[in-house]
């Protein structure tokens, strides 16, 4: 019989260090679109809430273990929220 989960449980992933994103200037940031089914957007979706992170980060870290494998150097982590899109669609040319 598996063992109850108590709070500790529940915070332990909420209290791991996470490296920090970078602060990228917004002008530096592009879009980078990949399609999926909807069934395999709603897998993804679950895994970053049930991961406590999001789709951001997810796929940050899915490239970045590609390029790993590829021997290359993984991506920087960075922050963009939908504030940061919509500021660069307002001063792009």
Known sequence: MARPKGLADYQAPLLDPA???TAAPVGELVN??????R????????LAT?????????GLEAWSLLLKSRREE???KVAA???DQRR???TSP
């Open 50 to 58: 049930r991961e406590c992170t999001s789709l951001q980060q997810l």
């Open 88 to 90: 660069r669609r307002r």
């Open 39 to 46: 069934d395999d957007h709603t897998r993804l979706k679950i």
């Open 74 to 76: 993984p991506l920087r």
């Open 81 to 83: 929220s939908s504030t």
């Open 32 to 37: 980078l679109a990949v399609l999926v089914t």
């Open 19 to 21: 490296p920090a994103p």
